[in-house]
């Protein structure tokens, strides 16, 4: 289907339903990105998180099987996002952006409809980990089940946006090899997998998964307010960098 023909808003260079629809179901036939995004992060729950002493063990308000749980939704939001967003990668090796030059269709239109769609994917991955906690064991306040999935879904933007710059700055050939080994590099810089100490606590501050990780853990991990207003500045810094790096991608890749 030619998306010259999809609606009206995406004539007008806006956002359009149709053109959301579309994308998903591109993106639900990339078998890969589904299982690594829906399989991978409950799995490494299991392996990880379910081990009895963790379960009896607190930490904050919850138990340390909490704290795994949310650390994989975080992770598995951060795939999903991510290789959500690193699809254009594939989208310009087979002309996809060729064909958006036609199109009256704003960069940032188009930004925002592969966000959205990463972020549906990164929806459900959060809550698959979320439901496999709820059976094994993990314990936090209701709030803190509420404000922990919010976060870490809403969190996840930031890895929508890493997605989109890296599927415009590499080539579809090795985008999604080296995605792989730069997300496990950053969940273990960021203290996202283990806690830190020392001068490997001061360095991880500066890692997009860590504030990211710090906000999801605050509602029940009793973070200090200066660590939470740190990881806030984070997230928007780490937020502001990809996106406006893929929009201006974009723009080049695009350029009539």
Same mark, same amino acid.
């Given at each position: 289907m030619s998306i010259l023909d999809t609606r009206p808003a995406l004539r007008s260079g806006g956002l359009s339903t149709g053109f959301l629809r579309i994308e998903l179901m591109r993106m639900l036939r990339?078998?890969?990105t589904v299982i690594f995004s829906l399989i991978m992060p409950p799995l490494f729950f299991v392996i990880f998180g379910t081990n009895s002493g963790?379960?009896? #063990?607190?930490?904050?308000?919850?138990?340390v099987t909490g704290y795994v749980m949310v650390s994989m939704a975080v992770y598995g939001a951060m795939l999903a996002t991510t290789s959500g967003g690193a699809m254009v990668a594939v989208e310009r090796a087979v002309g996809w952006s060729r064909q958006l030059r036609l199109t009256p269709l704003r960069p940032l239109a188009y930004v925002a409809t592969k966000i959205i769609i990463a972020m549906v994917l990164g929806f459900f991955s959060v809550a698959v980990v979320f439901a496999v906690g709820s059976v094994l064991g993990a314990h936090l306040s209701a709030s803190a089940w509420v404000g922990c999935f919010l976060i870490a879904w809403i969190g996840s933007l930031v890895f929508a946006a890493f997605g989109l710059f890296m599927g415009y700055l590499l080539p579809s #050939?090795?985008?999604m090899q080296l995605l792989g080994p730069v997300l496990a590099l950053l969940s273990f810089a960021g203290g996202l997998f283990m806690p830190l100490h020392g001068w490997f606590e001061t360095v991880s501050k500066v890692i997009p998964t860590n504030g990211v990780a710090v906000l999801a853990r605050a509602p029940f991990a009793e973070p200090s307010a200066g660590s939470i207003l740190l990881a806030i500045v984070n997230v928007l810094v780490w937020a502001a960098v990809f996106a406006g790096g893929a929009a201006l991608l974009f723009r080049r890749d695009t350029a009539r």
């Amino acid at each position: 289907m030619s998306i010259l023909d999809t609606r009206p808003a995406l004539r007008s260079g806006g956002l359009s339903t149709g053109f959301l629809r579309i994308e998903l179901m591109r993106m639900l036939r990339n078998r890969r990105t589904v299982i690594f995004s829906l399989i991978m992060p409950p799995l490494f729950f299991v392996i990880f998180g379910t081990n009895s002493g963790y379960r009896s #063990e607190s930490f904050g308000s919850g138990n340390v099987t909490g704290y795994v749980m949310v650390s994989m939704a975080v992770y598995g939001a951060m795939l999903a996002t991510t290789s959500g967003g690193a699809m254009v990668a594939v989208e310009r090796a087979v002309g996809w952006s060729r064909q958006l030059r036609l199109t009256p269709l704003r960069p940032l239109a188009y930004v925002a409809t592969k966000i959205i769609i990463a972020m549906v994917l990164g929806f459900f991955s959060v809550a698959v980990v979320f439901a496999v906690g709820s059976v094994l064991g993990a314990h936090l306040s209701a709030s803190a089940w509420v404000g922990c999935f919010l976060i870490a879904w809403i969190g996840s933007l930031v890895f929508a946006a890493f997605g989109l710059f890296m599927g415009y700055l590499l080539p579809s #050939e090795n985008v999604m090899q080296l995605l792989g080994p730069v997300l496990a590099l950053l969940s273990f810089a960021g203290g996202l997998f283990m806690p830190l100490h020392g001068w490997f606590e001061t360095v991880s501050k500066v890692i997009p998964t860590n504030g990211v990780a710090v906000l999801a853990r605050a509602p029940f991990a009793e973070p200090s307010a200066g660590s939470i207003l740190l990881a806030i500045v984070n997230v928007l810094v780490w937020a502001a960098v990809f996106a406006g790096g893929a929009a201006l991608l974009f723009r080049r890749d695009t350029a009539r």
